[in-house]
């Protein structure tokens, strides 16, 4: 539990994007300025390792330049026009671009996320052509388990078997062979690593080098700065190489690298609706300044027995449905045995407005798992046909719709209707529920859109008066899943 002192610490020094305020809450989400991100990081006792970065490969054999840093909790490259901040604290990956003064504050979960589903579906496509009597170096490339694992940086199982040979030669460079191919080399350097500096720098060559999981152990094992790291990436059929070179430029006093001057870059943004139009509702339900705040339970039932007293059924019914997902796992509809009180609508009057209004039981059959699997085209229809005369919250119809359309992508073109586009009229009508940021997740996530779907979870959980245990839950069950399954990556 929050405990108020540390919500008016955060609220005394924390400046918001849009109103002011940092919501009073420890998640840093894509809202917080660069000044709120800095205040959660130092002042450090540490200091940081600058090494200056050479890139080339065969197929662009000019060297480009960078600066790494290795900070206590962080991870920077560092270039001309940019710079991304790998920020184990936090948990975000953040890229500023210089020439707009903007910088993206994104999920460190959603590569993450986006690297389990390519290993799974891979994968899938490797055991499918197994099955077909293709042999493993037969297979095209990016479907061998080597050529995968290395273009992701991610093991399917650490255990297996690969033939990988390592070959140490005289004069202390190293070649590793996979298959009697050789793929990656090094030299070692003078330099010696910390622990902590080997592990940070283990992070640098996890986002910013093709390397097999196996090989990169490998050359942190060592606990030196390579001065070279040669390795072949596949691309088709083909492979080409590429070269990194390491030299240490200085240690200095840790400084966390994002400056307080960079702005949200949704803040420029002009031309994407997500980013310019619905992120900044988003945020502002977040700070809990949207509109008059977010409703309570109770406020729900007493608008529905409202509506019931005026003979407005479908409009009651709507009404608490809206408030059963504001506040799940709590429900507006009292339960079995439950005694009706402010927070619940009483069984008997609930069984009145099914028997008087037939659109409640289109809309329960519509939204029954059984209709849904079974024929989505069919629900879909419904849910856009179903009469909204006398209902104020038709939008909730639309998030239905949204819903059903995003699990049944195949029926989109023929209903001509953007899933993300219809759950969004729920964030704009009431920003304040989660399981509509869920939703809207959902939807990206199905889509591979992992960076919107990560805002959608992250600004849905820090929303004000979110309940214990809400839908919302399995993100962040997921992601303690993804840094046991993936520690390389945080």
Not at 171 to 177: M, Q
Not at 335 to 353: F, I
Not at 424 to 431: A, D, F, H
């Amino acid at each position: 539990m929050r405990t108020p002192v540390v919500i008016a610490l955060l609220l005394s020094f924390i400046t918001s994007p849009l109103l002011g305020q940092e919501p009073p809450v420890l998640r840093p989400g894509p809202h917080w300025t660069a000044a709120g991100l800095r205040t959660l990081h130092g002042p450090y006792s540490e200091r940081e390792l600058r090494i200056l970065v050479s890139k080339s490969s065969d197929r662009n054999p000019a060297e480009s330049s960078s600066i790494a840093t290795l900070g206590p909790d962080y991870v920077s490259l560092a270039t001309e026009d940019g710079q991304t901040i790998i920020d184990t604290k936090l948990k975000r990956l953040l890229q500023v671009d210089r020439k707009t003064g903007t910088f993206r504050n994104n999920s460190l979960f959603a590569p993450v996320t986006f690297i389990q589903s390519e290993l799974r579906n891979r994968n899938v496509l490797r055991k499918a052509m197994l099955k077909s009597n293709f042999g493993e170096a037969s297979m095209p490339r990016l479907l061998q388990v080597f050529w995968t694992e290395s273009e992701l940086g991610a093991e399917t199982n650490r255990n297996a078997q690969l033939d990988l040979k390592q070959i140490d030669h005289e004069d202390g460079s190293v070649s590793v062979l996979y298959a009697g191919e050789i793929v990656a080399g090094w030299t070692p350097s003078r330099s010696s690593l910390t622990s902590e500096q080997a592990k940070r720098f283990g992070l640098f060559l996890q986002y910013n080098l093709k390397l097999h999981p196996r090989i990169r152990r490998a050359i942190l094992a060592a606990q030196k700065l390579p001065a070279a790291i040669r390795y072949k990436r596949a691309q088709g059929e083909d492979t080409f190489e590429e070269v990194f070179r390491f030299r240490i430029l200085q240690q200095a006093a840790a400084a966390y690298p994002l400056t307080e001057k960079l702005r949200p870059f949704y803040k420029a943004e002009k031309k994407d609706p997500f980013y310019r139009d619905l992120l900044p509702v988003m945020i502002s339900a977040v700070l809990g300044q949207h509109g008059k705040g977010p409703k309570r339970l109770e406020d729900y039932v007493r608008e529905a027995r409202a509506a019931v007293a005026r003979d407005a059924l479908f409009e009651a019914w709507l009404t608490l449905m809206e408030g059963t997902l504001h506040y799940l796992p709590k429900n507006a509809f009292c339960q079995d045995g439950e005694q009706s009180s402010d927070s619940c609508l009483e069984t008997a009057v609930v069984e009145e407005m099914i028997g008087r209004d037939d659109r409640i039981l289109v809309l329960r059959g519509a939204l029954s798992r059984e209709q849904r699997t079974r024929n989505p085209e069919a629900t879909l229809d419904t849910l856009l046909r179903l009469s909204r005369k006398g209902v104020t919250r038709g939008y909730l119809l639309d998030v239905f719709a949204g819903n059903a359309l995003s699990e049944a992508p195949e029926l989109e073109e023929k209903f001509g209707l953007d899933p993300a586009g219809l759950i969004t009229k729920g964030i704009l009508k009431n920003p304040y529920v989660p399981n509509f940021y869920k939703e809207l997740g959902d939807h990206f996530t199905r889509r591979n859109e992992l960076i919107r779907a990560y805002v959608c979870y992250d600004l849905g959980r820090s929303l004000p008066n979110r309940q214990a245990n809400d839908t919302l839950e399995e993100i962040s069950a997921m992601e303690v899943e993804l840094e046991r399954r993936f520690p390389e990556f945080f």
